[in-house]
């Protein structure tokens, strides 16, 4: 006797898409970023019976609210972009650096030792330039030493460069308690604070234009180097795959350690605008987990330096009017962080939908 056999398919199949048009793209962000706004505002009236849009008018205040705040607006951007320019190359070639923080703080420990051990001891001029070749070198070092073992040893890169982080920590809180002041503070202070030396200059009234200046210098030279340089195509083809590479006779070894003494090389110029020219201290907060932030970013840009900029300042300007919605609605941060997770979760959510598509189909009766 014949027995019918019934098998069901799925309602629906997750298929990956074609690369969309870079209009149908930021067209699906920013339906996302919508429907996360309506999400805030909803939670919002539910849970604090605040009025919605009054909420969002603080967020923007916060990031606009005066010209002290746009500058500080601008500061933050360009640092968390210039990190996240930082990782891009080796993410591009698919070796995970997740050492950012570490090669940061090594970066700005540098540059804070230049200042400390040699302000008013030389010009200004050559100690200015100590402090900037210190710096590259220091970040590129601590960058290139997981490098180099993953090269020759085929170490794992993500819990090298992770662990890395913690070593630069604990170097800088090792170097905190020799030069603290004063002593037993456990902080450093003001590094030359009265005669200034080492301290990077000034353009006009604005104390942060120069390191807005040299972080879009760096985006222009980092987006040219990866589009249009030999060593930017041998990025390209090691991180798509590196059988492929070797094949057509690219050194891999040679790409991952070049690539990777140029992350930590721009790494440590964020530790030099941070010490140099923001702050003028170091502390072992002074990365302030920009490292970590910039893997979103660099992600979310798909590797490309011009739309950092946009999602530096998407992340940016959440960080910043989060902080102002807890100040002046006196609600604990933990509300403000839910907000800027529900505007996240949206927008990471979108690459999804941008990547890929669900077809949906009937069910099939097959004997």
């Known amino acids: 006797m014949s027995k019918k056999q019934k098998t069901h398919e ?6 990956k898409r074609d690369s969309l048009p870079w209009y149908y793209s930021w067209a699906i962000r920013i339906i996302a970023i919508i429907l996360a706004l309506m999400v805030s505002a909803l939670l919002t009236l539910f849970l604090t019976d605040e009025n919605p849009i009054s909420i969002f008018s603080t967020m923007i205040d916060g990031a606009f609210g005066s010209s002290r705040r746009i500058w500080n607006l601008l ?11 930082a990782l891009t190359p080796a993410f591009k070639m698919r070796f995970w650096n ?28 050559l100690l200015i330039l100590l402090m900037i070749i210190s710096s590259i070198a220091a970040g590129a070092i601590w960058a290139v030493i997981p490098a180099i073992f993953k090269a020759k040893y085929n170490t794992n890169e993500t819990l090298f460069t992770l662990m890395m982080n913690y070593v630069g920590i604990q170097l800088v809180s090792y170097f905190v308690n020799i030069w603290e002041v004063p002593k037993g503070s456990g902080t450093i202070g003001i590094i030359n604070q009265t005669n200034q030396e080492g301290w990077l ?10 390191n807005v200046i040299v972080v879009l210098v760096i985006t222009v030279l980092m987006y040219l180097y990866l589009k249009y340089s030999k060593h930017g195509y ?19 070894k040679k790409v991952i350690i070049r690539t990777m003494l140029l992350s930590g090389a721009v790494c ?6 941070l010490v140099g020219g923001t702050n003028h201290t170091i502390t072992t907060t002074t990365a302030n987990n920009r490292g970590f932030t910039a893997i979103m970013v660099s992600w979310l840009a798909k590797f490309n330096p011009i739309y950092m900029i946009f999602t530096t300042f998407l992340l940016v300007f959440l960080e910043r009017g989060a902080n102002e919605i ?27 939908f941008i990547n890929y598509q669900i077809k949906f189909h009937t069910r099939k009766e097959v004997k």
């Open 10 to 15: 799925p309602l629906f199949h997750i298929a």
């Open 75 to 85: 500061q933050n951007i360009a640092i968390l972009l210039c990190v996240s320019l």
């Open 98 to 125: 997740i050492g950012g923080e570490g090669q940061v703080l090594i970066g700005g420990l540098a540059t804070a030792a230049c200042m400390i051990c040699l302000g008013g001891k030389i010009p200004n001029t």
């Open 201 to 210: 200059p000034v353009i006009g009234e604005y104390d942060y234009l120069l």
């Open 234 to 252: 041998e990025i390209s083809v090691v991180g798509e795959s590196e059988n492929t590479a070797k094949y057509i006779g690219i050194n891999v």
């Open 268 to 273: 440590g110029i964020a530790g030099l605008l």
């Open 326 to 352: 807890s100040t002046v609605f006196r609600l604990n941060q933990s509300f403000s962080d839910i907000i800027t997770g529900i505007i996240l979760f949206f927008i990471i959510g979108s690459e999804f």
